[in-house]
């Protein structure tokens, strides 16, 4: 099975700094996706950006943007110009065949 | 368009009895997924079901169970609850399809509290 793994429990930075939150997955498997989701403190999980492992382009949103690393198996994602909002419990998220699973989440708290 | 809904938001039990949570996918949406998400384990996966079948399956007991309706909607069941079943009980839609990236769209959660 897939395993996901974010090494960074709790992460801080200053509003309107960049921070990046990291994530690898183990796998064996060629086609696959990757994603960020943001849980903010109301619950809802919510879509960041999503990369599909065949294009090699990082996928950016915005002030969001990740390094894909298919080689190294790495996903990390950069938030520039981080706003309050920004507070939340971030996802990384490795799906194949409709299987989607996660990684243990880093708590990012954007600090005024 | 109404997003992904869950039933109810909130419910407490006690041990040994038996929860059914409900989970109403985005219009058009095939699949549907549950999660459950507590503190120490974060978010694991239960199981998915597209067109009433289930088609990926996590690794959880047998207390735990599914099921899809015609119309796409969901149940999930828990029997005999124990006090570690307590948790947030996440249900995700999807088109299903096996082309192209199926994001997955969250409902709010069923926070579950057994006593």
């Known amino acids: 099975a897939q395993t996901v793994t974010q090494s960074q429990p709790e992460m801080s930075v200053q509003e309107a700094e960049t921070v990046t939150l990291s994530c690898t997955y183990d796998?064996?498997?060629?086609?696959?996706?990757l994603f960020w989701y943001k849980q903010p403190p109301s619950r809802q999980m919510i879509l960041v950006i999503r990369?599909?492992?065949?294009?090699?382009q990082n996928a950016t949103e915005n002030r969001f943007s990740v390094n894909f690393q298919k080689a190294a198996k790495s996903f990390s994602l950069k938030i520039s110009d981080s706003q309050l909002g920004d507070t939340a419990m971030y996802f990384c998220?490795?799906?194949?065949?409709?299987?989607?699973?996660f990684g243990a989440g880093t708590r990012l708290t954007v600090k005024p | 368009k109404a997003g992904v809904t869950q039933t109810p938001r909130y419910l407490i039990k006690t041990r040994g009895q038996q929860v059914t949570l409900s989970c109403s996918p985005i219009?058009?949406?095939?699949?549907v997924s549950w999660y459950q998400q507590t503190p120490g384990q974060g978010l694991q996966f239960l199981f998915e079901?597209?067109?009433?079948?289930?088609?990926n399956k996590g690794n959880f007991p047998g207390r735990f169970s599914g099921r899809q309706f015609s119309n796409s909607r969901s149940e999930m069941n828990v029997s005999t609850l124990e006090l570690g079943d307590s948790a947030l009980y996440l249900c995700?839609?999807?088109?299903?399809?096996?082309?192209?990236?199926?994001?997955?769209?969250f409902g709010a959660g069923s926070r579950l509290t057994v006593l």
């Open positions: 219009s058009g949406h095939r699949s």
């Open positions: 079901y597209f067109s009433e079948t289930q088609r």
């Open positions: 998220a490795f799906m194949r065949n409709n299987d989607m699973r």
């Open positions: 796998t064996s498997e060629n086609n696959y996706y």
């Open positions: 995700a839609s999807s088109a299903g399809t096996s082309a192209g990236a199926n994001v997955l769209t």
């Open positions: 990369q599909e492992a065949y294009k090699q």
